[in-house]
């Protein structure tokens, strides 16, 4: 990815006169450049280039853009290519302003790309027949098992790594975590061996890392994880989050349970909000997670056991820090999620769901089941076991919210309860020598914040995103024009054939924002999403005739009595009439073709 930052520098600097007379004889004419359209055949210009406000227009076929957009039209580059074409030309270092990671990161990426196709091709074939029949005996279908990608790794040594080895692939395979170094001679081995495999995703559904579940007799621990790397942040990661999301959406609301297994049991039963943490703790990375998919309820739905109590303890002191609105499902003895599941079926769960407690009830009844008439002793163990969650609650509201319903629990003064409840102070740190700080590297200046695209551009992007083969049907050939850098850069990835995961996966947080609210307002496809593409196309044009009607009424102000007319002046108002035709052919494409007949969804 090119930082979107870049090209606008790149904009910035490109003398957009001097770029397109190399290719079209212009004149000056006021503050803008004329001459023939080199995009369609013509006697009499009306090709405008605007320096001032760096793009160009026709008048006659409707082309208009930037200097990157006429690379591309006229040379038949694409957007990547085209822009940096212009970043070598006005001396702006691309490959500097990168991220210094962004190459170890795409090898990371087609490390991890070949390993979860192997271990998924491996399960379905003969040697996988034990996997398979694992599965089944947990309930998973083959369906299911396909939609989350599982697979298997046999008990060999080499498999995957020779794999590696003739792609080219193990340097970036070590980084990955998915083979290690021989300790003795030359050579890998593979990290995961006689497991089954389950491809732990990002949210736009590329596979970043693994989980391996252990089949056999064979020794080792019963699950091994992938460790972290430049793909896989465990504290920003939540296991089916990709399956999840559209139901978490509509319900505005997610479970979170802790096993791999316990999310798809929860799926393959229809429970389909399901996730599962990746790691023993819950972060502010995983609420930002879950906010982005709009859950305003989370739902614990742990393990019956101890383990499975103590796990919402320490999952607390997160969830009240950040005032999430957090509830908590009581599992029978000796049950987890997924044997819950098998069991109950989905009614059996969605009950469990709604007679869920809030958290600060289930986490006093835990500590103090007495309440107030509970023993000196009691109260302060229970005040003990509070500590570590008042420890993450910040100082102002939340804070003391919380030490009020404890008050109010225990039977105590609630003042009193600060003081209790504040944790040992920590030692001090150690200060670093004045020498030490003044060796330590200036950071990097941030770049400037991704503005937030247009709504009915990332419209156009995320249909396109759908079904690429609604770019063809772009008559007005909106894809050269979209204003939003950041989309134009997505479109560019997803149609070049690096599909649709890798360019979300990619893009600045803004922009990933804006296609995944403009995907939820989709038809799901076929002639109704391309019907709405083809509206969003004219909306689109109608916003670049205005712009051009706009242009016109301008020039045309201070021009002199009817009579006295210049050509030009003459020119433009005859255009005018053409725009204004062309207006209202576009605004009568837009109605419904049938007098009393409803028209098809719309975009806002």
């Not at 972060?283 to 109590?309: F, I, K, N, S, Y």
């Not at 916003?543 to 242009?551: A, P, S």
Request: net charge neutral; charged share 25%; glycine share 8%.
């Amino acid at each position: 990815m090119i930082p979107e930052h870049k090209i606008e520098e790149i904009l910035e600097r490109v003398d957009l006169v001097s770029l397109i007379s190399r290719h079209v004889e212009l004149k000056k004419a006021g503050r803008e450049y004329k001459g023939r359209c080199p995009f369609h055949q013509e006697k009499t210009p009306s090709f405008y280039v605007v320096p001032e406000k760096r793009f160009y227009f026709c008048h006659g076929c409707r082309a208009s853009g930037d200097a990157v957009s006429f690379v591309q039209r006229y040379l038949g580059k694409t957007f990547v290519d085209a822009v940096k074409d212009l970043a070598r030309e006005v001396g702006v270092d691309i490959e500097a302003a990168q991220d210094p990671t962004s190459r170890e990161r795409q090898q990371i990426k087609e490390a991890t790309d070949l390993a979860a196709e192997h271990f998924r091709s491996l399960l379905w074939q003969d040697e996988g027949r034990a996997a398979r029949t694992y599965l089944a005996n947990r309930g998973v279908s083959e369906e299911t098992a396909h939609a989350f990608g599982l697979g298997w790794t046999p008990n060999a040594w080499s498999l995957l790594a020779d794999k590696l080895t003739r792609s080219g692939m193990t340097e970036w395979a070590v980084k990955a975590g998915l083979v290690q170094r021989r300790n003795n001679g030359d050579g890998y081995y593979d990290f995961f061996r006689s497991r089954l495999m389950i491809p732990i995703r990002a949210p736009e559904g590329r596979p970043i890392a693994f989980g391996g579940r252990l089949m056999g007799a064979e020794e080792g621990p019963k699950y091994l994880n992938s460790k972290e790397s430049l793909l896989y942040n465990k504290s920003d990661t939540l296991y089916g989050m990709e399956q999840a999301r559209d139901e978490i959406r509509r319900r505005k609301a997610a479970i979170l349970v802790e096993g791999y297994f316990d999310c798809i049991g929860l799926h393959q039963v229809g429970v389909r909000h399901a996730v599962a943490l990746c790691s023993t703790a819950i972060t502010p990375g995983h609420l930002q997670l879950l906010r982005r998919a709009e859950a305003t309820q989370l739902v614990l739905l742990l393990d019956g056991d101890q383990a499975g109590l103590a796990a919402v303890e320490r999952l607390a002191g997160p969830l009240l820090a950040a005032g999430a609105a957090a509830r908590v499902a009581l599992l029978p003895q000796g049950d987890d999620p997924d044997t819950f599941a098998r069991r109950e079926g989905s009614d059996g769960v969605e009950r469990l769901i709604h007679s869920a407690q809030p958290l600060t009830s289930h986490i006093f009844a835990s500590v103090l089941p007495q309440g107030a008439q509970a023993s000196f002793e009691e109260k302060m163990a229970a005040l003990e076991r509070l500590k570590p969650m008042a420890a993450q609650l910040p100082l102002g509201l939340v804070r003391s919210a919380f030490l009020n319903a404890v008050g109010a629990h225990f039977g105590l003064p609630a003042g009193d309860l600060e003081s209790a409840l504040r944790p040992a102070k920590p030692a001090p740190k150690p200060v670093q020598p004045p020498a030490a700080s003044a060796q330590r590297p200036a950071a990097a200046p941030r770049p400037a914040p991704v503005r937030p695209p247009d709504t009915m551009e990332a419209l156009y992007v995320a249909a396109a995103l759908r079904e690429p083969r609604l770019v063809t049907r772009d008559s007005f050939r909106i894809c050269d024009e979209l204003s939003h850098t950041g989309l134009r850069m997505v479109l560019a990835q997803a149609t070049s054939g690096q599909g649709t995961e890798d360019a979300l996966f990619d893009a600045a947080e803004p922009v990933k924002r804006a296609i995944e609210v403009a995907l939820r307002q989709l038809p799901e496809g076929g002639a109704a999403l391309e019907t709405f593409f083809l509206t969003v196309c004219r909306k689109l044009m109608l916003r670049r005739i205005d712009e051009q009607l706009n242009y016109i009424e301008k020039a045309t102000k201070q021009a002199p009595g009817a009579y006295d007319l210049t050509e030009e002046t003459r020119r433009l108002l005859a255009q005018r009439i053409e725009l204004l035709a062309l207006k209202k052919r576009v605004q009568d494409e837009l109605r419904p073709s049938v007098p009393g007949t409803k028209a098809p969804m719309q975009p806002v």
